[in-house]
């Protein structure tokens, strides 16, 4: 939903403002027209995220690395919705334009999406079902260091509860 909401703003700000008047001036932009190639958009956004697995639940406490993913998904999407709108010569046409906007404002819309999603997740009691609980087996200097990176990052996805010594520890 949020895809097609971003490519939504898209299509609204190429064909509704004055950039409109920008380049070539496109004859029929009805939205009911463009709304197939808008659900074409938004599918491949969704696969491309899927690809780089966005979708994953270890990044429901990463925002971070899913920004980085909604990123380069996003430009991924840009260059393979553009060509194949190129390639395949879509009626009605897509405007370059258009394509450059939707990416800018899906990006915008993706990104506050997970960090809103980030912001009431990780202060809900959801947080708590989500962490995974390790034990660690055996103790050394990089189970020490992982141990310590987990305690000072309060929305790490894994939480330590024990640790399990082996005789040769």
């Known amino acids: 939903l949020i895809s097609y909401g971003g490519l939504c703003a898209g299509y609204w700000l190429r064909f509704h403002t004055p950039l409109r008047k920008v380049g070539i001036e496109a004859t029929d932009t009805s939205f009911s027209l463009y709304n197939q190639l808008l659900l074409l958009g938004a599918g491949l956004l969704i696969t491309s995220y899927a690809f780089l697995k966005l979708y994953d639940a270890r990044l429901l406490l990463r925002p971070q690395r ?11 999407w840009f260059a393979i919705f553009l060509s194949t709108s190129l390639i395949l010569k879509f009626d009605p046409p897509i405007s370059r334009i258009f394509v450059a906007t939707s990416c800018l404002t899906t990006l915008a819309a993706m990104l506050l999406w997970r960090f809103c999603f980030y912001y009431l997740l990780s202060r809900s009691d959801w947080r708590d079902r989500i962490i995974q609980r390790v034990a660690i087996v055996g103790w050394n200097g990089e189970a020490a260091k992982l141990v310590e990176a987990i305690s000072q990052d309060k929305n790490h996805p894994y939480s330590v509860y024990g640790v399990v010594l082996t005789p040769a520890t």
């Open 66 to 76: 899913a920004a980085n993913i909604i990123l380069r998904g996003t430009f991924f």
